[in-house]
């Protein structure tokens, strides 16, 4: 039987998996580093380490930034440098102990030590001033926007650094929703322009410093984006919902990149959840999309679920699937 890692492997370059890869099973995500985002606790509201605010309110399931006029950060894209404050990349060595000691635990024959980057480069900017002023900013001051983007970008090349000299990871799981369910958020030509020159710098700096895999995380529709993630160097996009036609992308660009996911998360994993409804939807994914360059999952971006229950269910009957499906 193959190891998680070895499973994966199989799947990603079209070999022989001898099961289904279940969801993040070869993926140990490291959390507890100093510098992992933070984020405000159910109910309430925090100010990040950029200065964002952010809340996550009663009965939803996830927090998001504050943009009305008290709370939004970045007014006038322009000006953006006067309020836009990079934090401290650099930690004394005891507070990375924890995260050190949880890499050093992981067996790297079974999976792979994971880092884990949230938000991304399209999600911080409107973070930073708002989805809507976003969108217009990439076409009323370009420059501006560029300029913010190079920021960012550079900031993180040294949040790279601090976890490849502190954990080597073998993985990292990058968030950045690029889409919502039936469109990307920016077209094509846009998303080349100003976004894939910064992530080829990005995934290019880990994968020169022993990163085999880069998994971005997008639960959305984003199809017609995958051209670039493949350029970019994006080994998995995870997050692929079912409003792509995965099984054609799987035609078109298997052995390039690999898909993860195929089971929407708002389609199973909400308060009334049932075992017969997650098992309809982890079986339709796994006979549509096939064994390789195919990772069934959902679609969130994380190995855990909103709700009690549904993730290690999801996980059960991937079990079921694969000993229906290999022989």
């Known amino acids: 039987m193959l190891t998680k890692r070895q499973n994966l492997k199989e799947v990603l370059k079209g070999g022989k998996p001898d099961r289904f890869v279940k969801q993040y099973e070869a993926f140990k995500l490291i959390m507890n580093t100093p510098i992992t985002r933070l984020k405000p606790p159910i109910g309430g509201q925090i100010v990040n380490e950029w200065g964002v605010t952010t809340r996550w309110p009663e009965g939803q399931i996830g927090a998001f930034p504050v943009h009305d006029e008290e709370h939004t950060l970045v007014k006038d894209i322009t000006k953006w440098r006067d309020v836009v404050k990079a934090p401290n990349i650099i930690h004394p060595e005891e507070a990375w102990a924890d995260a050190i000691a949880t890499a050093n635990a992981v067996d790297r024959n079974e999976q792979y030590v994971t880092v884990f980057v949230a938000p991304g480069l399209f999600e911080h900017v409107h973070y930073l001033m708002s989805m809507e002023e976003a969108l217009m900013a990439y076409y009323e ?187």
């Open 141 to 327: 001051e370009p420059e501006a926007m560029h300029e913010l983007i190079e920021y960012i970008t550079e900031w993180e090349l040294k949040l790279a650094k601090e976890f490849i000299d502190h954990l080597h990871p073998d993985a990292v799981f990058h968030h950045d929703d690029w889409g919502s369910q039936i469109n990307s958020f920016i077209s094509p030509d846009m998303f080349e322009e100003f976004f894939v020159p910064a992530y080829k710098k990005i995934y290019g700096y880990y994968k020169e410093n022993g990163v085999e895999v880069i998994i971005h995380h997008s639960d959305s529709y984003a199809a017609n984006l995958v051209p670039y993630m493949i350029e970019m160097g994006i080994d998995i996009w995870q997050g692929v919902m079912n409003t792509n036609n995965i099984p054609e992308l799987i035609k078109n660009y298997g052995g390039k990149i690999t898909f993860m996911g195929g089971i929407h998360s708002g389609q199973v994993d909400f308060p009334d959840w049932t075992h017969e409804i997650v098992a309809e939807h982890v079986e339709k994914a796994c006979r549509e999309n096939g064994k390789l360059y195919f990772i069934p999952s959902h679609s969130a971006g994380g190995d855990n679920s909103c709700f009690p229950g549904v993730y290690d269910v999801i996980n059960e009957e991937i079990d079921r699937m694969s000993k229906e499906m290999f022989i």
